[in-house]
């Protein structure tokens, strides 16, 4: 096994312990401890990604684009109901400015970077595979928006998540992948794949438990 390979299965290995013990956590009753370190759990996939691609600077200026993009867009639906609707941000995300929390740009980027790459899988045709990045995006949110009060994360007025959520997702997501892939013409497949998976895998689970 080369050192690729070897980096690639270490990185692998951290997603999926830190994603199964986090699920394991929050099931047997400790989730007051384990949900308050998702910044820290978001951060690391963050360094994973970064890791994979050796730091490229291209890559991290780049990945400024949907961090930005994600920040902007979230100070506008907390604070004047624009784009996703009426909602606001619980505890459990970390600091926050202006409502805001820093991490949901960091969510921002490893959703757009690892839903890109899978795009990337299936077209080359830079708005393809934008739509199709935007779309795996909505459908990864939606599953996210369903645990999110629960896990104190935000809550949509009411408790009802509108319609203009999914709008808005889809056309923001569309936007940042069109600029990110604009950028970066090459994404690192096989990380991306597990951590959009082991995503998708703890915020399935929680749909049912």
């Not at 969510?107 to 077209?123: C, F, G, P």
């Not at 600029?179 to 597990?194: D, E, G, N, V």
Request: aromatic letters at 18%; charged letters at 10%.
């Amino acid at each position: 096994m080369n050192s690729d390979k070897k980096r690639q299965f270490f990185i692998i290995t951290i997603i999926w312990i830190f994603n199964i013990s986090g699920i394991i956590g929050i099931l047997i009753g400790y989730e007051d401890w384990f949900l308050p370190l998702t910044p820290l759990h978001l951060l690391i996939y963050l360094f994973l990604i970064l890791w994979d691609t050796n730091f490229n600077r291209t890559l991290i200026l780049a990945l400024m684009i949907p961090f930005g993009i994600g920040m902007i867009t979230e100070y506008l639906g907390v604070n004047y109901d624009l784009i996703f609707g009426n909602y606001e941000y619980g505890k459990n995300l970390g600091y926050k400015i202006c409502g805001v929390p820093l991490i949901i740009g960091v969510n921002w980027v490893i959703l757009t970077y690892s839903s890109a790459a899978i795009a990337q899988k299936v077209h080359d045709n830079l708005f393809i595979t934008s739509a199709i990045g935007a779309v795996l995006m909505v459908g990864l949110d939606t599953c996210i928006e369903m645990s999110a009060p629960r896990f104190d994360f935000w809550e949509f007025e009411g408790g009802v998540i509108p319609l203009q959520n999914y709008i808005g997702w889809l056309f923001t997501g569309f936007v940042a992948h069109v600029f990110l892939q604009k950028i970066i013409k090459a994404f690192h497949f096989k990380i991306s794949l597990h951590i959009f998976i082991a995503i998708l895998v703890f915020f399935t689970i929680f749909l049912f438990v």
